[in-house]
């Protein structure tokens, strides 16, 4: 336990900016780029859904001890992606050339407990606190090993009363830090949409994870609260705690994340620093279509040649993308 | 006023009779399914009719008394196995279908002719033939006796006021305890302990002195056979009261709200599920074994309808309360009792003839299961807290 405890807050030095740009300006900007010091690497990740296909990952590395942001318009297959490498969903490729490995770990066919035992914790885009349990019951329910909660010790209070007390000390100091603390005997599904975020997130935490996945911590969430979250975010990091999200807002992207990748139609289409990544044509593209900057209003739109010139460019378009589906098949 | 006193006896009767704490064990076991845990178990007369049958066919063959009672606690235990093993991982709701028809398996299979050597067929086994064991064990002596000697026939003739005093005392004195019960500091701190015992302790000394019932010391359905139902149920809510108030405990009510997010944290929701569901069933069948030691095993005594009899006490008492179980099956029976009485004496035959009385008190039970869960779905003991954020 105190093992454990201690492991995530090691010093990766990475809490210094400039250390951080020096290290993902020397990232390849291409979408599945390898990095230094992978801590989840993801391989041919294919989830199909009939003849639909959500997800379509060919090689994703995430840097430890950084902020990674996931970005992509809606149905990109992010939340997909999440529920798949935690374990939460099968790959259609499982068994078939689907790997992927969590700090040296092959999770090819782990539970979505274990996922989490191993060190990668989760949150979810539509809150799920246990709302009919106090906020410390929420909070307690995330510790790991236990003693109390094998069925056998359970009816011995000795056994595990002070474990219990270790983690309620543990629980008050994180509800402290998300400023939850007033709340700490009120029932969860009392709380506020942001508020239940804040707990969902510092109950995820005190599993002591190695990296954190976030999935749209931002969503309903007002703006001062925001500020406060992108902070904690922020302090994990600098605490070495590797952190995975999923956001819409690109204020909050560019804001705090170190490093960004875009999804698109189930695959990855960019990756870079994010300051950069949103001028790459391929998120442009992904975000806004080829044709955002043309005024859709203007008649001179309509006239048939125009007509034309769009028709034969998306003619173009299609057999190119159909050269390259070819190309990698025939890869 | 005799009427009214014969009435009351019966519910009496009723609420201490072995049986009514054979189910009352079985519902806590049945509160550790549904009520901590969420799982819908619609087949707990499936698990008691296996305790009864694996207790009664084994000491029926000669077996000792220990290892019939071990014997119930395995079927129910393979029962369980069985059941949870494809379910578990499913919605609840699959495990409800998968119960429901599993436990009337076990009651066709009983009552069908192909195993009449061992179950008897739709006859049953009956008590003689596994009983002795367990009276042999008593140490009550024979004879009969009422348990406290002293009642209200003694007090001025048992006069009318006598009795009228002494029920408004027990109605005040019940009402107070599941005020004390509900406001959930009721064994908080020695002196609220000692209250709250010494508060029990009279409202059962005085239901004793105004409804004084006799029975034989050790006899087929004695005080023996009460006594130990009784102890067990008392010892089963001990034995639950010690389990959901450890981290496990917490657990259970965690897979009860969600299960997602138990899991994303790292817990093994299946295997949990699963210990839920065998100790619950441990209990229906401890609960099955108490239920036929008064009378015989019979499969259809335990078919669909006393699952739903325990979901009725349950959602009466307040699921997922400690006390909730023992409680809401003596309401449960006693009230019943009460009204298939009271319309007994009070309708004319010309309306409800006799027979008619007893299927009367079950539409009544009924109907009351459907305004407990409209109106108060929380029963008696339950916290609405908890159940008041569920969207």
């Given at each position: 336990?105190?093992?454990?405890?201690?492991?995530?807050k090691?010093?990766?030095?990475?809490a210094d900016?400039?250390?951080?740009r020096?290290l993902?300006s020397?990232?390849?900007?291409?979408?599945?780029?390898?990095?230094?010091d992978?801590?989840l690497?993801?391989?041919n990740?294919?989830r199909?859904?009939?003849?639909?296909?959500?997800?379509?990952?060919?090689?994703?590395?995430?840097?430890?001890g950084l902020?990674?942001a996931?970005?992509?318009?809606?149905?990109?297959?992010?939340?997909?992606?999440?529920?798949?490498?935690t374990g939460?969903?099968?790959?259609?490729?499982?068994g078939?050339?689907?790997?992927?490995?969590?700090d040296?770990?092959?999770?090819?066919?782990?539970?979505?407990?274990?996922?989490?035992?191993?060190?990668?914790v989760?949150t979810?885009?539509?809150?799920?606190?246990?709302?009919?349990m106090?906020?410390i019951?929420?909070m307690?329910?995330?510790?790991?090993n236990?003693a109390g909660?094998?069925?056998?010790?359970?009816?011995f209070?000795?056994?595990?009363a002070k474990?219990?007390k270790?983690?309620?000390?543990?629980?008050?100091?994180?509800?402290?830090r998300?400023k939850?603390f007033?709340?700490?005997?009120?029932?969860?599904?009392?709380?506020?949409?942001g508020?239940r975020?804040?707990?969902e997130m510092a109950?995820?935490?005190?599993?002591?994870p190695?990296?954190?996945?976030l999935?749209?911590p931002?969503a309903?969430?007002?703006?001062?609260?925001?500020?406060?979250?992108l902070?904690?975010i922020?302090?994990?990091?600098?605490?070495?705690?590797?952190?995975?999200?999923?956001e819409?807002?690109?204020?909050?992207?560019r804001?705090i994340?170190?490093?960004?990748?875009?999804?698109?139609?189930?695959?990855?289409?960019a990756e870079?620093?994010?300051?950069?990544?949103?001028?790459?044509?391929?998120?442009?593209?992904?975000y806004?279509?080829?044709?955002?900057?043309t005024?859709?209003g203007?008649?001179?739109?309509?006239?048939?040649?125009?007509?034309?010139?769009?028709?034969?460019e998306?003619?173009?378009?299609d057999?190119?993308?159909?050269?390259?589906?070819?190309?990698?098949?025939?890869? | 006023m005799?009427?009214?006193?014969f009435?009351l006896?019966?519910?009496?009767?009723?609420?201490?009779?072995p049986?009514t704490?054979?189910?009352a064990i079985?519902v806590?076991?049945?509160?550790?399914h549904f009520?901590f845990?969420g799982?819908?178990?619609?087949?707990q007369?499936?698990f008691m009719?296996?305790?009864?049958?694996g207790f009664?066919i084994?000491?029926?063959?000669?077996l000792p008394?220990?290892?019939?009672?071990?014997?119930?606690?395995g079927?129910a235990f393979?029962?369980?196995?069985v059941?949870g093993?494809?379910?578990?991982k499913?919605?609840?709701?699959?495990?409800?279908?998968?119960?429901?028809?599993a436990?009337?398996?076990?009651?066709?299979?009983g009552?069908?002719?192909?195993?009449v050597?061992?179950?008897?067929s739709?006859?049953?086994?009956?008590?003689?033939?596994?009983?002795?064991?367990?009276r042999?064990?008593?140490?009550?002596?024979?004879g009969?006796?009422?348990?406290?000697?002293?009642?209200?026939?003694?007090?001025?003739d048992g006069?009318?006021?006598?009795?009228?005093?002494g029920?408004?005392?027990?109605?005040a004195?019940i009402v107070?305890?599941?005020?004390?019960?509900?406001?959930?500091?009721?064994?908080?701190?020695?002196?609220?302990?000692a209250?709250?015992a010494?508060?029990?302790?009279f409202?059962v000394l005085?239901?004793?002195?105004?409804?004084p019932?006799?029975?034989?010391?050790?006899g087929?359905?004695?005080w023996?056979?009460?006594?130990?139902a009784?102890?067990?149920?008392?010892?089963?809510t001990?034995v639950?009261?010690?389990?959901?108030?450890?981290?496990w405990?917490?657990?259970l009510?965690?897979?009860?709200?969600?299960?997602?997010?138990?899991?994303?944290?790292?817990k093994?929701?299946?295997s949990?599920?699963?210990?839920?569901?065998?100790?619950?069933?441990?209990?229906g069948a401890?609960?099955g074994m108490?239920?036929?030691l008064?009378?015989?095993v019979?499969?259809?005594?335990?078919?669909?309808?006393?699952?739903?009899?325990?979901?009725?006490a349950?959602?009466?008492?307040?699921?997922?309360?400690?006390?909730?179980?023992?409680?809401?099956?003596?309401l449960f029976?006693?009230?019943?009792?009460?009204?298939?009485?009271?319309a007994?004496?009070?309708?004319?035959?010309?309306?409800?003839?006799n027979?008619?009385?007893?299927?009367f008190?079950?539409?009544?039970?009924?109907?009351?299961?459907?305004?407990?869960?409209?109106?108060?779905?929380?029963g008696?003991?339950g916290?609405?807290?908890?159940?008041?954020?569920?969207?």
């Amino acid at each position: 336990m105190s093992e454990q405890m201690a492991d995530p807050k090691v010093d990766t030095g990475l809490a210094d900016p400039a250390a951080r740009r020096a290290l993902t300006s020397g990232f390849d900007a291409v979408p599945g780029a390898g990095k230094p010091d992978p801590i989840l690497v993801v391989d041919n990740i294919v989830r199909q859904f009939g003849g639909m296909t959500a997800v379509d990952v060919q090689h994703l590395e995430v840097q430890r001890g950084l902020i990674t942001a996931l970005i992509g318009p809606n149905g990109a297959g992010k939340t997909t992606f999440f529920n798949l490498i935690t374990g939460f969903d099968k790959p259609t490729t499982a068994g078939k050339g689907a790997h992927w490995a969590f700090d040296g770990r092959t999770l090819d066919k782990t539970s979505a407990s274990s996922v989490a035992q191993a060190g990668m914790v989760r949150t979810f885009q539509l809150t799920k606190a246990l709302s009919a349990m106090t906020v410390i019951d929420n909070m307690m329910l995330g510790a790991q090993n236990q003693a109390g909660e094998n069925l056998l010790k359970s009816m011995f209070r000795g056994t595990w009363a002070k474990q219990e007390k270790e983690i309620e000390a543990k629980a008050d100091e994180l509800l402290a830090r998300f400023k939850l603390f007033e709340k700490k005997n009120d029932y969860a599904g009392s709380l506020s949409g942001g508020q239940r975020k804040l707990l969902e997130m510092a109950r995820a935490l005190m599993s002591d994870p190695k990296m954190i996945m976030l999935d749209e911590p931002m969503a309903g969430v007002n703006p001062a609260l925001t500020q406060s979250l992108l902070g904690h975010i922020q302090n994990l990091r600098d605490e070495g705690m590797t952190v995975l999200f999923v956001e819409h807002d690109m204020h909050v992207v560019r804001h705090i994340s170190d490093w960004v990748a875009v999804m698109a139609e189930g695959r990855l289409v960019a990756e870079g620093a994010a300051d950069t990544v949103m001028s790459d044509p391929a998120v442009i593209d992904a975000y806004l279509g080829a044709h955002h900057d043309t005024d859709l209003g203007d008649d001179a739109l309509l006239t048939d040649e125009a007509l034309e010139e769009i028709a034969e460019e998306v003619a173009a378009e299609d057999a190119e993308r159909e050269a390259e589906e070819e190309a990698e098949g025939l890869r | 006023m005799d009427t009214i006193q014969f009435i009351l006896n019966g519910m009496m009767r009723e609420a201490l009779s072995p049986q009514t704490a054979a189910v009352a064990i079985a519902v806590i076991g049945l509160n550790i399914h549904f009520g901590f845990t969420g799982l819908l178990n619609m087949g707990q007369s499936g698990f008691m009719l296996l305790g009864a049958y694996g207790f009664a066919i084994s000491i029926s063959n000669g077996l000792p008394m220990i290892l019939g009672i071990l014997f119930g606690f395995g079927a129910a235990f393979i029962f369980a196995l069985v059941l949870g093993a494809p379910t578990l991982k499913l919605r609840g709701d699959y495990l409800a279908i998968v119960t429901i028809s599993a436990a009337e398996i076990i009651r066709y299979v009983g009552r069908s002719a192909l195993l009449v050597d061992f179950t008897g067929s739709a006859q049953g086994i009956p008590g003689s033939q596994y009983t002795t064991g367990f009276r042999n064990l008593s140490f009550f002596g024979t004879g009969s006796f009422t348990l406290i000697p002293f009642n209200y026939t003694d007090v001025a003739d048992g006069a009318a006021w006598v009795r009228i005093i002494g029920w408004i005392v027990a109605i005040a004195v019940i009402v107070l305890i599941v005020m004390r019960f509900r406001s959930g500091n009721a064994f908080k701190g020695l002196l609220q302990s000692a209250g709250m015992a010494g508060l029990l302790v009279f409202g059962v000394l005085l239901l004793f002195f105004l409804f004084p019932v006799p029975y034989q010391s050790t006899g087929v359905s004695g005080w023996w056979v009460r006594f130990v139902a009784w102890g067990l149920a008392l010892l089963c809510t001990l034995v639950v009261f010690l389990l959901v108030r450890s981290p496990w405990g917490r657990l259970l009510r965690g897979i009860r709200e969600d299960e997602d997010a138990i899991r994303s944290l790292g817990k093994n929701v299946f295997s949990i599920k699963m210990q839920a569901l065998i100790i619950g069933g441990l209990f229906g069948a401890l609960g099955g074994m108490v239920y036929v030691l008064s009378s015989s095993v019979q499969p259809d005594s335990m078919g669909r309808s006393l699952t739903f009899f325990c979901y009725t006490a349950l959602l009466l008492g307040g699921a997922a309360t400690i006390f909730g179980p023992v409680l809401g099956s003596v309401l449960f029976f006693a009230g019943r009792i009460g009204i298939k009485y009271t319309a007994a004496a009070y309708v004319p035959d010309s309306i409800m003839s006799n027979q008619q009385t007893e299927q009367f008190s079950y539409i009544v039970v009924g109907v009351a299961l459907m305004l407990i869960v409209i109106f108060r779905p929380q029963g008696i003991l339950g916290n609405k807290r908890e159940l008041r954020f569920n969207v």
